[in-house]
């Protein structure tokens, strides 16, 4: 039910009008692209709207919902058995169950892992009492909800040296702290997506450590709409234990037995004190520093989620855990394919494209998932597409447009490369990353109008070194030269 899976039913659908096509899924809601924008070759916008299913079969009467969560896969009996005793007999199959938070520790009833709707639901609700939360991880959902949070004292552990450090570098984080310490934040953009609540699930409530339900993973904007503030009167709070892991986390009772001390939030560089308040949970940093809070956020990534479907398959798994495909989404068993999250691409890829775990991918995964199970059952052959050329990404962080293109943190180059860079503070914030006078990838923050000049320059592989540093010269209008 999240984007790959009904990116690729729409695909087959229309592919073969006279088949029928089961969406099978958890969740009572889908995840549906809408207002879906190709900037450029290789860049897309979209917003990810949550539908009713009803709303997927109106649009494709051969498309049917099965809500349930799918049991056991039988695939040598190319068979499929649902939680609630339904079999189905299919003749190609697609996996598009996603991934689950990678949680630090399980069961605790102070640990929330952020990764969908519901997740962020039960947040927000908690985040109101609070006065103090601890935020686990460096990705694109620590980076978003740390800078969301008011109110709020946020002490935030990361393993790296900068922030943001799955999309960025230290430049770019530098660039991007003045906004986690600014007081007061400007009005964001409207936000253009309309929201749909599963009926009933708010009367319910549920338990905060309730991560084995799987929900769809959170869409670009999820944080809007959701009152991101805690019980304090101030704005932004922030601080940051760098190159930190979590060692251990104590309750309330532990900790007073530990007789051990806890930290205040830092006021400034020199200011140790040890904390008089009581809090109700302990973290215990790799760093020697304990910090006390009202609760945890574990925003440590995501393991694909492939429990149901491993029980007497004989599947070939990837080193992160993922569903092992071919250039041809094809796993290691017959008629059955897999995309999105829950995969691993298992082929040579292209020296400028990787895998991350991303929208974006999860729709071109699901797309080509389903042009490949069509030519398959039509005995065509088909070329790999295009999007896997050249990883390109464009998201929103801090209200700064964000482009990410090709091996833009100089991934698995090794020490042959260089970089280059141009910043104005506030403003705009421009890294490439070249390679024996070639363009390998590049970051890009603000209104910077380079992305498709820069995509060119990556595809093309054209030998720059003549233009040396020129490359990002503002008075020069590198357009112009390369259009």
């Not at 040598?76 to 169950?97: N, S, V």
């Not at 006078?437 to 995509?455: K, N, Q, S, Y």
Request: some cysteine; proline content about 4%.
């Amino acid at each position: 039910g999240g984007i790959a899976g009904v990116t690729c039913a729409e695909k087959l659908a229309a592919e073969f009008p006279s088949e029928d096509i089961f969406l099978v899924t958890a969740s009572p809601v889908i995840k549906a692209v809408t207002n879906f924008k190709q900037v450029s070759k290789t860049l897309e916008e979209f917003d990810v709207e949550e539908q009713p299913s009803s709303l997927l079969e109106k649009r494709y009467p051969n498309i049917r919902v099965i809500q349930s969560g799918v049991k056991q896969l039988k695939s040598d009996e190319h068979k499929i058995y649902t939680e609630d005793g339904k079999e189905l007999i299919y003749e190609k199959l697609c996996l598009c169950a996603g991934a689950k938070p990678k949680l630090i520790v399980e069961g605790n009833p102070y640990v929330l892992g952020i990764r969908d709707t519901d997740s962020a639901q039960a947040f927000q609700k908690n985040l109101a009492q609070a006065e103090r939360i601890v935020v686990v991880g460096n990705g694109g959902i620590a980076l978003e909800l740390v800078y969301e949070i008011q109110g709020c004292e946020v002490i935030w552990a990361i393993k790296d040296k900068a922030i943001g450090n799955t999309f960025f570098d230290a430049g770019a984080a530098e660039f991007l702290l003045p906004k986690l310490t600014a007081e007061g934040q400007e009005t964001p953009i409207e936000c253009k997506r309309t929201k749909y609540t599963v009926e009933g699930s708010e009367e319910k409530g549920r338990p905060a450590g309730a991560s084995d339900k799987l929900g769809s993973a959170l869409g670009p904007d999820w944080h809007e709409g959701l009152h991101l503030k805690g019980t304090k009167e101030f704005s932004h709070k922030v601080h940051i234990e760098i190159l930190c892991e979590v060692k251990k986390i104590h309750l309330q009772q532990e900790f007073i037995q530990l007789q051990r001390t806890s930290l205040t939030f830092p006021k400034g560089e020199k200011n140790v004190e040890a904390d008089k308040v009581l809090w109700p949970v302990y973290v215990e940093l790799t760093n020697g520093k304990i910090y006390g809070c009202n609760f945890i956020v574990s925003a440590t990534g995501v393991v694909p989620n492939v429990e149901p479907f491993l029980h007497g398959n004989n599947f070939a798994v990837g080193e992160d855990g993922g569903l092992k495909v071919d250039k041809h989404m094809h796993t290691s068993l017959p008629d059955v394919f897999a995309a999105g999250d829950i995969c691993t691409a298992a082929w040579e890829p292209s020296p400028v494209w990787h895998q991350m775990r991303l929208w974006t991918q999860a729709r071109q995964m699901g797309w080509y998932a389903a042009k490949c199970m069509a030519a398959d059952a039509l005995g065509e052959s088909i070329d790999m597409d295009f999007s896997f050329e050249l990883f390109a990404h464009i998201t929103k962080f801090f209200n700064y447009k964000v482009v990410v293109l090709g091996k833009y943190n100089a991934q698995g180059l090794g020490s042959e490369h260089e970089l280059m860079l141009r910043c104005t503070k506030g403003h705009e914030y421009v890294k490439v990353v070249m390679q024996n006078g070639r363009m390998m990838g590049a970051v890009l923050i603000g209104e910077t109008d380079l992305e498709e000049t820069f995509e060119n320059l990556i595809l093309n592989q054209m030998d720059l070194s003549a233009y040396g540093e020129d490359l990002l010269n503002p008075d020069i209008d590198i357009e112009d030269y390369f259009d």
